[in-house]
């Protein structure tokens, strides 16, 4: 009986052993092939996102003058910080294609491989002989170094989303360095996919930098609707409609077109001598009007017999009509074109006299100071800053003599001389004791803050004011 050759065995066993684990480990070709559509979608939104940076720097270059406050100044320094960044990796980007391309390949056709890709990563060049991933690292790590050390960083995504750290913790809590965990012995579709993305984060953190610069001046993002000549501002989560001025040249074009073809075709039925419908227009108003507070539709009514006429309002069930001596004012609960009506009541009926036609907007933005006049250039002392005690709400307009609103609220934020922050939030407009008691500390070169103003309108919309920055001397 011949003899049993068991190493024969022992080698088939093995030879089957690792068939099954390769079949196991192996990456079916459509699930990397399908990374195709996801780099292509960050190709495109990078696009999408370098137009929007790129118009956001004219703005800025147009408005350099006006952004030389010193919060402007510290976003646009690590706005230009985060580009360079963006700058190196986006060249890094062009010379991986070159490579390949030299090699008569490109990037979807070596999508499978990682070792054409790990060739690349590991190259050293330049004068100080670093490997192309060390570089990288380097760099991304030197920016969120950067980024932490600011007074005024306001996004930490990119640090987080990279993410930026030496050793990163898989789902199933092993322990892997950073370089092998997004780049090294990684197909071309994953490592060049995480290439993408990281510019990608990087133009859109840029932008975060650059709208918080615009905001200090008072930008916002908005569409524009050229048909109806109207902003749409997107704040904090909600909608606001602003009329421009143009549009507000236009409605009162059209409004003072309206008084005076309702004044040239008065109605038939009354004489154009009439002394009630005289005394009427000479008292009309011809201001704007605006939801929520009380518009004066007639100033100083010369006309003792209030009996005589009736005003009356279409649409209806949308406005209030009162008087204070001999002034009448109208309050609308809602935006809208109206028709005030005025009408005849003298011989027991209503007799139409003449017609008014009014727009009816929500308020402007209001705007925010402090309470106190002892400071200039966005420069002041805690003992100015103490005494003033609250913020300000007003409109900047002469034709609202009271706020229509009120504050409700804003956090108020230090910034040391050392980088650290501290915040505390302050309900109402006057300065709480928390309040008080953050602006007692301030010391000289450190910044204080006013952001996140919220100001509840009397047309029922919320307002964000623009913050407010100061610089603390003596």
Known sequence: MAAINKNRYRLITLLYVIF??????????????????????????????????????????????????????TYLAIQDRIHKTYEMMDKFDQEIQKKLADQKTDVYQEFNSTRRMEEIFLEKEGTDKKENIEKVYDELFEL???????????????????????????????????????FLHKPVA???????????????????????????IGYVPAFYSVQNNTTVLFKQGEMSKVLDAQKQADMMKRLKEEVNKNTSNASSEIATNDDLTKRLKNALQNENFFVGIKNQILKSLNYSATGDFSIEVTPDNTSLLTKTGTDYYLSFKKPGVYTVKFMDKRGGGKKPLFDKKVEVSILPNPLIKLNTENMTNNIINVKDLLSA??????????????????????QVIKIGTDGKKQTVYNYGDV??????????????????????????????????ANPMTFKIVE
């Not at 070169?445 to 919320?462: A, K, L």
Request: aromatic share 10%; charged share 20%; with cysteine.
């Open 20 to 73: 099954v684990c390769l079949s196991v480990l192996n990456i079916p070709a459509t699930l990397l092939d399908s990374n195709y559509y996801s780099i292509r979608t960050l190709e495109y939104e990078e696009k999408s996102r370098q137009e929007q940076v790129n118009f956001a720097n004219q703005l800025i270059s147009d408005e350099t003058e006006k952004l030389a406050n010193d919060s402007a100044k």
């Open 144 to 182: 969120v170094k950067y980024l932490s050390a600011q007074p005024l960083q306001i996004d930490s995504s990119f640090k987080n989303l990279v993410p930026v750290r030496a050793i990163i913790t898989t789902r199933t809590k092993k322990e892997v360095e950073w370089k092998r965990y997004l």
């Open 190 to 216: 994953v490592s060049y996919f995480h290439i993408k993305r990281i510019k990608l984060l990087l133009l859109d953190v840029e932008n975060i930098y650059q709208l918080a610069a615009l905001k200090t």
């Open 389 to 410: 005690n609250r913020l300000i709400a007003y409109m900047g307009a002469a034709m609202f003599k009271n706020f229509p609103g009120r504050i409700n609220g804003y």
């Open 431 to 464: 300065f709480q004791p928390a309040s008080q008691s953050l602006i007692g500390s301030l010391k000289q070169g450190d910044i204080i803050m006013f952001d996140m103003i919220q100001i509840s309108m009397f047309d029922g919309t919320t307002r964000t």
